[in-house]
């Protein structure tokens, strides 16, 4: 009876309903070097489906009316930790949050909620290359002044309604907003079963950065290989979200 | 979640706890203490214990918006809520044990790079964070001397440039001389779109941090953090030390106290006094320097980087105010001011007429006279009020040796003095030079010190100079 009566607000406040944009296939220079790869070199990106925003609150609350196993306290800590859904004073977000970004899941849930979704978390190469693409009109260093200007800026209280910034292919807010999970966040910080077991991450720290980056003039891109290397799956954080990736184009879950 | 006891039990499992500790502590035989961490400009205290020791230090990085400079806001990155973030002191041979929290209101992953530690990183590695955890790490200070540290996760110069650096001083287990007063200073530039002085909320600009051409150059975090009412202290006889860093990203500081020598300095932040007074000691970005001076008279020392411009246009100044008795043998301050004219002998007192001094006639013309110069030739050492200055420049005021023998005074005036004399019971024993003075402006002088400070009265005419 609750959930009907919070569904029924949640409908009248104008959710945003995203599409999946197409992404063609293309080029892109891994920001910074493999082990496998050389400086400087391309890699092919195949045409895939990224989500047009980032998972909102409205649709992570409908996530969990279908799978309650990722109720706020239900999960166990090994899949999300303490602070899994911090935000939500009660068993959902505030209703004049459901179109801002979610935040505060772990990937595990993300994981859990694009497969509910018949979709996938993006790989890191795939979420970087849609990225990396400016806004209509724009270079590369209008991209840079977004993610500086976010930098720079004062925490907002409460994250903004999805639908601020735009790239060239249509992909909204991967940029001054929030951190967005990848599927393979942990790839450039592998570690245990690396054969460069002993050099942790030494490329993202001090001046290591400046021996494999292959693009200085995106100096500001660092912070986000810097914040995934500090990741572990089952963290969450305020401004770490998500959104989902697909091979063919879905049609959202009706209700 | 904790489960709740019955009271007594809760008790017992806590007296139990207290034990084990105890008993720990005892049987490992090293003490352990949490660090006590100091603010700008205050540095912890001196650690007395003579054993080592494991020390836990917390800090917990968080970004805030804080003032820059009046009107001027940035959003800062730090360590524990200040730039520069808290001054650690441990001591040589320590075990340290870091814990670095990330608030979750932070934006940004965040880590640690301690200079004072030997290891990969300095600590960068293992303490990266991201918003609302925690890292821990150990160490041990092998090393003694001051120690920058800062923020190494990528970009680094970007979280530097925001604010993330401070100081560790690994306290050598040769001390160093005990001073009366320590100091804590920062330096460090700040990159904004703005230009220097423009208002509001400044963004950082990547442009001029890659230029290296900052707005703004500070001690401890902002414009005038260390002037005024916020001006470090110290009184006259005491000694001081400053533990100077600079935490860049990019400039190198000639630091400099104007009014001071240096009486020691530890370059580079080691342990070695290895050189003796100087003027200005260059600190590397990234680096530090300890300075030892004591401080002989009262004033305002200004401690700045001698780029000047720097100084006088980006912020780079701060204030030592010493309390104190004046010593005029070190320093007299200013004894005069007066207008200089290369054609004439006799310098010309701003307040008097400025045309070329007319023949006194009347005594009160001669005492005028008198008066101009007097402050115009004598009051440099025999000061304004003919106090003088003991033991050094004999007085005038209420002087037994000139009311004894106007005839000397005036073969003084004529030819000079050297050698011992004693005025109202002090010794003195200087030289007082052969002023190029007229017969007509000894006659003056002498009148109008003799009518002087407590003095005869008599007036000296041109007559008997001569």
Partial sequence: MYRLFFLMILILVFPVFGEMVKIPAGNWKPFLKETDSQLGVSVKIKSFYLDEYPATQKEYFEFIGANPEWKKGKVSPLFADGGYLGDWKGKGPETNQTNSPVTYVSWFSANAYCQWKGKRLPLESEWEYAASIPPAGKNKKAVEMVILNWYGEQKPEFLPSVGRYKNGFGVYDQHGMIWEWVFDFNNTSVTGDSRQDTDLESNLFCGGGSLKANDFSNYASYMRYGYRAGLKGWYTAKYLGFRCASDKKNKDNPL | ?466
């Avoid at chain 2, 401690?303 to 043998?329: Q, Y």
Wanted: aromatic fraction near 8%; glycine fraction near 10%; charged fraction near 20%.
């Fill in chain 2, 1 to 466: 979640m904790y489960m709740k006891l019955p009271k007594s039990k809760t008790l017992k499992i806590y007296l139990l706890l207290m034990v084990i500790t105890s008993l720990f502590t005892v049987c490992s035989g090293q003490k352990t203490e949490e660090a006590k961490l100091t603010y700008a400009p205050e540095v912890p205290p001196h650690i007395d214990r003579t054993s080592e020791a494991k020390v836990i230090v917390n800090i917990e990085t968080v970004e805030v918006v804080g003032r820059l400079a009046d009107g001027v806001e940035y959003t800062f990155w730090t360590f524990g809520g200040s730039v520069p973030g808290p001054m650690i002191r441990v001591r040589e041979g320590d075990d340290v044990e870091f814990h670095l929290k990330n608030h979750p209101s932070s934006k940004m992953p965040h880590n640690i790079d301690l200079h004072a530690v030997t290891g990969q990183g300095g600590g960068a590695a293992a303490s990266l964070t991201i918003p609302g955890h925690a890292s821990k790490f150990s160490f041990k200070a092998l090393n003694p001397g001051l120690y920058i540290y800062h923020c190494a996760t990528s970009p680094v110069g970007m979280h530097i440039a925001n604010g993330m650096y401070g100081l560790i001083f690994v306290q050598p287990k040769d001390d160093l001389p005990k001073v009366d007063k320590e100091y804590y200073v920062v330096q460090s530039e700040f990159y904004t779109k703005g230009k220097n002085g423009e208002p509001g909320l400044q963004p950082f600009s990547m442009e001029k941090a890659i230029t290296e051409i900052p707005d703004y150059v500070v001690f401890n975090g902002s414009v005038g953090s260390l002037v005024e009412d916020r001006a470090i202290t110290a009184k006259v006889g005491e000694t001081v030390r400053l533990f100077v860093g600079n935490g860049g990203p990019n400039l190198v500081s000639s630091f400099h106290v104007i009014g001071e020598i240096f009486d020691n300095v530890y370059t580079e932040g080691g342990v070695l006094p290895n050189q003796k007074n100087v003027q200005t000691t260059l600190i590397p970005a990234g680096g530090s320097a300890i300075v030892d001076f004591k401080v002989e008279v009262p004033g305002t020392l200004i401690l700045v980087d001698h780029s000047i411009f720097r100084t006088f246009n980006k912020g780079s100044l701060g204030m030592l105010k010493v309390e104190g008795e004046p010593n005029a043998t070190i320093y007299s301050g200013k004894q005069d001011d007066t207008v200089y004219l290369p054609e004439g002998p006799a310098i010309q007192r701003m307040v008097t007429e400025v045309k070329p001094k007319a023949s006194a006639k009347t005594p009160k013309e001669i005492l005028a006279n008198g008066e101009r110069v007097y402050k115009s030739v004598c009051a440099a050492c025999h000061m304004k009020e003919g106090q003088g200055v003991v033991g050094v420049f004999p007085p005038l005021a209420k002087s037994d040796y000139l009311n004894a023998d106007k005839g000397r005074a005036i073969q003084i005036l004529k030819k000079g003095l050297s050698g011992p004399i004693t005025v109202n019971g002090q010794k003195y024993n200087n030289v007082m030079p052969h002023l190029e003075l007229s017969n007509e402006e000894i006659a003056s002088v002498l009148s109008y010190v003799y009518n002087q400070w407590g003095n005869k009265g008599i007036m000296v005419s041109e007559a008997e100079v001569r």
